[in-house]
């Protein structure tokens, strides 16, 4: 494994951590489409680091800072996002699975950006970028 494969690794790492379902996804009147970003934004350790790298992302790519975008943009499409959605609040396991592989695949394709000297993949930088957002 080179060095940097280790810290691409390392900062995914840092940045999300499997959490515990989220409370918003169990609440009744919650759509389902609220719980998956309540549950992609619970993977991160490191909330103020994210906002941080999300808040540079979306400075470098304005077309990006629309949350609708940006869903799509992680789950590649509505039938897509609907697998995810209904992760989010059965099986966030699982849910952690399928992003995680998409940052495997980002890597592998090229779909990277580099960003205050760290390479990122899109995965992690709309990950960022929903959480910038927020505020």
Not at 78 to 83: F, G, H, I, M, P
Request: charged residues 30%.
């Amino acid at each position: 494994m080179t060095g940097s494969m280790r810290r691409r690794e390392f900062l995914f790492e840092f940045l999300c951590g499997l959490a515990a379902v989220p409370v918003l996804a169990a609440l009744p009147g919650c759509s389902r489409r609220e719980s998956l970003r309540v549950a992609l934004l619970d993977f991160f350790a490191d909330r103020d680091s994210a906002r941080a790298v999300g808040a540079a992302y979306l400075e470098s790519a304005p077309e990006e800072d629309d949350d609708e975008r940006l869903l799509r943009g992680l789950t590649g499409g509505r039938v897509r996002e609907a697998e995810w959605e209904a992760l989010a609040t059965s099986d966030p396991a699982a849910l952690y699975e399928q992003v995680r592989e998409l940052h495997r695949s980002d890597f592998a394709a090229g779909r990277t950006l580099q960003l205050s000297g760290w390479v990122l993949s899109e995965t992690e930088l709309r990950l960022c970028a929903l959480l910038a957002q927020m505020g």
